[in-house]
């Protein structure tokens, strides 16, 4: 017993004395992992200089755009062909993808043996080659009448021609081996969006953002970026830790200073890299007692596969015995150890920097993702990842080791190569289709420029109707005169009082205006909230709400006792009788408060201020919104006579002659005309234009068959038509995995300021898809991207309906001038106009393009409603008094 004891303690020793003598030797090939983070933080340097276009023609590492710009979705189905070229034989695969709900598919294979003179003849041999052999799967499998999609995975750069004309194939897509890794496994996980091939070569690819490949056009969604990560190190960056037994392996190469990085890796160099060594430290003496074997002699006589059979720990020293033995080395025990340990050392080598720079493409995922933590899946193939009985376990510790901030789970590719062109063609395939139904969705809402001056000459005709006695009562646009008969000339000065209702806040306003050279307008005010009750209970009650905010803003602002003149913001259509009386026509905007349709809204304040019988008020003037905007601007520009709204509703005022607006007595001077235009279209005129979506949102909404052209063109309804087409793109699985959330399902939850934030030229697709989330929409990146372009079409045919009718006016205002070429300012307020990042310059252009003799400038209003009503209400105290003298 003793004896054994004795013997086991001098093996251990003797074990030892080796491991320490090879790791000696071999000193630079052990990296730490301080090493390990710094050829991170190096690929990562390479990664960005690949897609740089002005630095990727320097770059090692290549980046390689594969036009694979999504992932498996589970949604994939129908039969496909697959050929696989990449080393001494050629595959032939029929793959069938079952949309069955557990994400299936079978695969039929048949294997080609190439010939040695067809490896190393010219592309058109090759080709012609792999297109005699696909005939013939085809007529086995009895296809070749069937026009089946084909990918192809070619995994090494070649010189490609046409496949056989014979051949009925539908949809070709080149694909990488590396890609179709990543895609067999993103079929059965879709979380992987990594594929790394670890074999004969080496490579790995990912899913990176488009914005940031300049070498591809667009910056929406994502593609595949095929690294070619074999060359990294080819500029000298990796010299540091290259030994010398790498530089002999190099130079002994088919191509000397090229792909390195992939030498220090790839078990196609491996085997040769243990020959090496084990060579030079038998002419040292310090192996097989010095003598030197033919075999160590002889390139390539060392394979991977001796060196993964030699690192069964499990058979102890019993393979490396027999294979050296075989190999005529006629090793001692102690030549067994220190071979098994330099085989160690060189695949751990192999592991440690394959694992350094998948964990800078990790990084770089996380970071793109900009998550603290990211769980993530690599798709992985390759002879050495696969039959090496240590590799996998060393790269995944130490993956886990550099990025403890990734959940990585690694899975193994099942004929990724073959399945994987399948799949990259059968997303292809299910995109291609995708985009048809999207396409069909959303061409209702493309306006061509004919359609945009049919709409502008509609608008005209209506305006017309609006402004004649006899047609008026029936015209859909009303047209109705303000009696605000002058805009601001400077004078105005004195303190007003500004009432501001038109959503769900009601504001009040003290306002200090002053003339001369200290001329300027000085604004104190206090918003009210008006609750969902008040809007839609009584006249009574919301006339009530409102006197008790102004009794609180006078009490706050100490001038209860002061009876001050005001102007009153109605923004809702009012046919004035003069500029103190403003009858209601009918609410908007989710008011619907009852008896006050068809009431004098100033006479309705008056009697809530006599019953509260604390102050009394001069109103001199009820004020649209828009014109309370034409005003202001105004005041500054005298050459602004247009007021527009694009905001929560739409509409426009302008200064009409006199001597066209029949339906008020005079012909002198001019007089603003509040269009009320969101009616346009009531009567039928535009239902060419009208989509099923906007018919569905026109039905769920307070007012059905009013407010039409408002229901296409402002912010309220934007929103709600973009959740409308959702639903619609949902149910037929072109989103969201084909289920509808419960807040899809509810009215309103779109509001229109997410289109604005979604549309931002700024946000990256990431910070979409938690806006989305945000909302309880639980969206892919594809569904990002589908959502921000429906986002985008809906807000552009809105800004080019109201650029139609915008040009109308200001065509109308040339004619009525009688002039070549008109020179305008319109002033504008709104929300849609002011924060949506392109709906001002799409209106911009528009008008530009339907009104080419206009010259129009916008100027963006500063509180209109506010600061407008308080205008108004100087100018018609300045033209009473003028009056009066």
Known sequence: MFAIHLLAFHFTKLKEDQIKKVDRYLYHMRLSDDVLLDVMARFQAEMVKGLGRDTNPTATVKMLPSFVRSLPDGSEKGDFLAVDLGGSQFRAHQVKVFDDGKQSSQLESKFYPTPKDIIQGNGAELFDYVADCLLDFMETKNLKHKKLPLGFTFSFPCKQTKLDEDIEVDVLALVNDTVGTMMTCGYDDQRCEVGLIIGTGTNACYMEEMRHIDLVEGDEGRMCINTEWGAFGDDGALDDLRTEFDRELDLGSLNPGKQLFEKMISSLYLGELVRLILLKMTKEGLLFNGKVSTALLTKGKIEMKH???????????????????????????????????????????????CAAALAAILTRLRENKKLLRMRTTVGIDGGLYKTHPQYAKRLHKVVRRLVPNCDVRFLLSVSGSGKGAAMVTAVAYRLAAQRKQIDAALAPFLLSLETLREVKNKMRTELEYGLKRETQASATVKMLPTYVCGTPDGTEKGKFLALDLGGTNFRVLLVKIRSGRRRSVQMYNKIFAIPLEIMQGTGEELFDHIVQCIADFLEYMGIKGARLPLGFTF????????????????????????????????????????????????????????????????????????GLIAGTGSNVCYMEDMKNIEIVEGNEGKMCINTEWGGFGDNGCIDNIRTKYDKEVDEGSLNPGKQRYEKMTSGMYLGEIVRQILIDLTKQGLLFRGQISESLRKRGIFETKFLSQIESDRLALLQVRRILQQLGLDSTCEDSIIVKEVCGTVSKRAAQLCGAGLAAIVEKKRENQGVEHLQITVGVDGTLYKLHPH?????????????????????????????????ITAVAKRLHNVGQK
């Open 307 to 353: 060196v993964s059979a030699m690192e069964k720990y499990k058979e102890g020293l019993s393979n490396t015995k027999e294979i050296l033995t075989e190999l005529n080395l006629f090793p001692s025990e102690e030549d067994c150890i220190a071979v098994q340990h330099v085989c160690t050392i060189v695949s751990f080598r192999s592991a440690n920097l």
């Open 571 to 642: 923004s809702f259509p009012c046919r004035q009788a003069s500029i103190d009386k403003g009858t209601l026509v009918g609410w908007t905007k989710g008011f619907k408060a009852t008896d006050c349709e068809g009431e004098d809204v100033v006479d309705m304040l008056r009697e809530a201020i006599r019953r509260r019988n604390e102050f009394d008020l001069d109103i001199v003037a009820v004020v649209n919104d828009t014109v309370g905007t034409m005003m202001t601007c105004g005041y500054e520009d005298p050459n602004c006579e247009i």
């Open 839 to 871: 709906f001002s310059r799409i209106l911009r252009e528009t008008v530009k393009e339907l009104a080419p003799r206009c010259d129009v400038t916008f100027m963006l209003s500063e509180d209109g409603s506010g600061k407008g009503a308080a205008l």
